[in-house]
């Protein structure tokens, strides 16, 4: 039982150390920055390699376990969205895996170390059990927060949008028009899109296509949309015009609608709360009237 309690605690001191690893901030991924500025993105054999074993190791894991649909598919567009790595992602996954495998293991041997008796099964199924619970945290997070970010996203876009269609109004350039918007906002939706707009300008491209190539990147419909319409509509002035307003009004009504929809959730939601605690206080009321009552008879 000794060894046991001993051997269990070598493996949470070595999870709680990788742990402590991994929550340390990683420093600048140098493909990442050049992707930013260059219109094409570098081949995976030029790509920089990183000297840690951490990024290798991610980078093995993307490899080798990452699958493109099923219970191990990487959110690759959330990723994006999030500007984050599926390196570090898979990072992520295999530090909650080990800790739900080495948590079991120091408690049942803080139980047997305390002279308790557990059969062996027990600690291998909960380790298992808690190893696979937790590597799909990760996949929680991620798709939750990338439901947040592109719900600013859409908010933010129809303002650029708006203040596009003020910078037609006042005269500018359908190209200057895009991009100046995007220049004064601090929002990271509005340095997405001035990054695009930017990578489309230095490869001589179409800036609806880049906007389109981000909207497929992030996956987020409105941009794709937009981007095609656009294109159909060509570069006239009042049809342009046309295109944006109706883009924003479409764009704004269906936010106002999503708005009421989680509003009336939210208020059916409360029902539920609200409703056990009154009849938590009428038996609180009525429990000694009808406890006397039955009491009598």
Known sequence: MTTLAIVAGLLGACGVLLIVRELRPAPPRLDAALARIQATSLPASTLPRSAGGREDLGRWLAEHLARPAGMLAVPRRDLALLDRTVERFMLDKLALFVTGLVT????????????????????????????????????????????????????????????????????????????????VADGWPFQRVHQALTRARHAQQQPWRALARLGEDIDVRDLIDLAHTAEIAGGEGAKMHDVLVAKIAAMRHEASAAARSEANSRTTAMWVPTSLLMLGFVILVGFPFFSRLLGSG
Request: net charge positive.
């Open 104 to 183: 079991p293991s120091v408690f049942f041997g803080l139980v047997a170390l305390v002279g308790g008796s557990v059969p062996w099964t027990l600690p291998v199924l909960a380790s298992l059990a808690l190893g696979v619970g937790l590597s799909f945290v990760p996949d929680l997070d991620i798709r939750s927060a990338a439901r947040r970010h592109r719900r600013d996203f859409r908010y933010a876009f129809t303002s650029y949008l708006q203040l596009v269609v003020l910078e037609r109004e006042a005269g500018a350039a359908l190209n200057a028009a895009l991009e100046e918007p995007a220049k």
